[in-house]
Protein backbone atom coordinates (compact mmCIF):
# COMPACT_ATOMS: atom_id res chain seq x y z
CA UNK A 1 0.00 0.00 0.00
CA UNK A 2 1.70 3.49 -0.87
CA UNK A 3 1.16 5.26 1.83
CA UNK A 4 3.55 8.45 2.82
CA UNK A 5 3.81 9.10 6.78
CA UNK A 6 4.73 12.91 8.03
CA UNK A 7 6.71 13.50 10.78
CA UNK A 8 8.63 17.09 11.97
CA UNK A 9 5.76 19.34 12.72
CA UNK A 10 5.54 21.68 15.49
CA UNK A 11 5.33 24.68 17.27
CA UNK A 12 8.09 27.71 16.87
CA UNK A 13 8.52 30.88 16.47
CA UNK A 14 8.81 33.48 14.04
CA UNK A 15 12.16 33.29 12.30
CA UNK A 16 12.57 29.67 13.70
CA UNK A 17 13.27 26.41 11.39
CA UNK A 18 11.45 23.12 11.11
CA UNK A 19 12.22 20.07 9.14
CA UNK A 20 9.55 18.11 7.77
CA UNK A 21 9.80 14.16 7.12
CA UNK A 22 7.93 12.25 4.48
CA UNK A 23 8.54 8.38 4.63
CA UNK A 24 7.67 5.37 3.17
CA UNK A 25 8.03 1.22 3.52
CA UNK A 26 5.85 -0.40 1.42
CA UNK A 27 7.52 1.83 -1.73
CA UNK A 28 10.07 3.63 -3.19
CA UNK A 29 10.05 7.52 -3.00
CA UNK A 30 12.35 7.94 -5.99
CA UNK A 31 10.04 6.07 -8.29
CA UNK A 32 7.59 8.85 -7.98
CA UNK A 33 7.25 12.45 -7.56
CA UNK A 34 6.69 13.96 -4.17
CA UNK A 35 4.74 16.88 -2.90
CA UNK A 36 4.04 18.95 -0.08
CA UNK A 37 0.82 20.58 0.74
CA UNK A 38 -0.71 22.85 3.13
CA UNK A 39 -3.84 23.76 4.25
CA UNK A 40 -4.73 26.76 6.85
CA UNK A 41 -7.72 26.98 8.76
CA UNK A 42 -10.24 28.58 6.53
CA UNK A 43 -8.16 28.21 3.39
CA UNK A 44 -8.18 25.85 0.34
CA UNK A 45 -5.03 23.57 0.17
CA UNK A 46 -1.80 24.60 -1.68
CA UNK A 47 1.05 23.41 -3.03
CA UNK A 48 4.00 24.10 -1.02
CA UNK A 49 7.03 22.24 -2.91
CA UNK A 50 7.77 19.20 -5.64
CA UNK A 51 10.72 17.23 -6.12
CA UNK A 52 10.29 15.06 -9.44
CA UNK A 53 10.90 10.93 -9.60
CA UNK A 54 13.04 11.59 -12.67
CA UNK A 55 15.92 13.88 -12.37
CA UNK A 56 15.19 15.50 -8.65
CA UNK A 57 14.29 18.73 -10.23
CA UNK A 58 12.25 20.77 -7.75
CA UNK A 59 9.32 23.40 -8.09
CA UNK A 60 8.52 25.88 -4.81
CA UNK A 61 5.60 28.13 -4.31
CA UNK A 62 6.21 31.65 -4.68
CA UNK A 63 5.31 32.19 -0.95
CA UNK A 64 7.98 29.55 0.09
CA UNK A 65 10.99 30.35 -2.40
CA UNK A 66 14.43 30.75 -0.65
CA UNK A 67 12.92 30.33 2.91
CA UNK A 68 12.08 26.29 2.40
CA UNK A 69 13.72 23.57 0.69
CA UNK A 70 13.27 19.95 -0.65
CA UNK A 71 15.43 17.21 -1.13
CA UNK A 72 15.47 13.34 -0.94
CA UNK A 73 17.44 11.03 0.48
CA UNK A 74 17.40 7.68 -1.31
CA UNK A 75 19.44 5.76 1.51
CA UNK A 76 16.59 6.00 3.98
CA UNK A 77 13.59 6.52 1.02
CA UNK A 78 12.81 9.71 2.67
CA UNK A 79 11.96 13.14 1.44
CA UNK A 80 12.39 16.14 3.55
CA UNK A 81 10.97 19.78 3.61
CA UNK A 82 13.49 22.22 5.26
CA UNK A 83 11.72 24.89 6.16
CA UNK A 84 13.27 28.41 7.63
CA UNK A 85 12.61 31.94 8.18
CA UNK A 86 9.16 30.40 9.42
CA UNK A 87 6.54 33.21 9.23
CA UNK A 88 3.14 33.03 11.16
CA UNK A 89 1.43 32.83 7.45
CA UNK A 90 3.51 29.48 7.35
CA UNK A 91 0.90 27.69 10.31
CA UNK A 92 -0.92 24.87 8.74
CA UNK A 93 -1.20 21.60 8.52
CA UNK A 94 1.46 20.10 5.66
CA UNK A 95 0.75 16.98 4.20
CA UNK A 96 2.91 14.65 1.93
CA UNK A 97 1.50 13.75 -1.26
CA UNK A 98 2.70 11.07 -3.74
CA UNK A 99 1.98 10.38 -7.80
CA UNK A 100 3.01 8.15 -9.86
CA UNK A 101 3.61 10.85 -12.74
CA UNK A 102 6.83 11.77 -11.15
CA UNK A 103 7.46 15.21 -12.84
CA UNK A 104 6.68 18.29 -11.08
CA UNK A 105 4.83 20.04 -13.82
CA UNK A 106 1.64 21.71 -12.91
CA UNK A 107 2.20 19.81 -9.36
CA UNK A 108 0.14 22.20 -7.21
CA UNK A 109 -2.93 22.26 -9.85
CA UNK A 110 -3.31 18.38 -10.81
CA UNK A 111 -4.76 15.62 -8.73
CA UNK A 112 -1.90 13.54 -6.41
CA UNK A 113 -2.41 9.52 -5.92
CA UNK A 114 -1.76 9.33 -2.69
CA UNK A 115 -1.75 11.65 0.75
CA UNK A 116 0.08 11.51 4.33
CA UNK A 117 -2.33 11.94 7.28
CA UNK A 118 -0.47 15.78 7.88
CA UNK A 119 1.56 16.88 10.24
CA UNK A 120 0.52 20.50 12.27
CA UNK A 121 3.12 23.33 12.72
CA UNK A 122 2.40 26.17 14.24
CA UNK A 123 4.37 29.58 13.90
CA UNK A 124 3.80 31.89 16.91
CA UNK A 125 5.14 34.24 19.23
Known amino acids: QVQPVESGGGSVQPGGSLRLSCAAS????????IGWFRQAPGKEREGVSC????????AYADSVQGRFTISRDNSKNTVYLEMNSLKPEDTAVYYC??????????????????WGQGTQVTVSS
Open 97 to 114: AVDRYYYCSNYDRRPWDY
Open 26 to 33: AFTLDDYA
Open 51 to 58: ISGSDGST
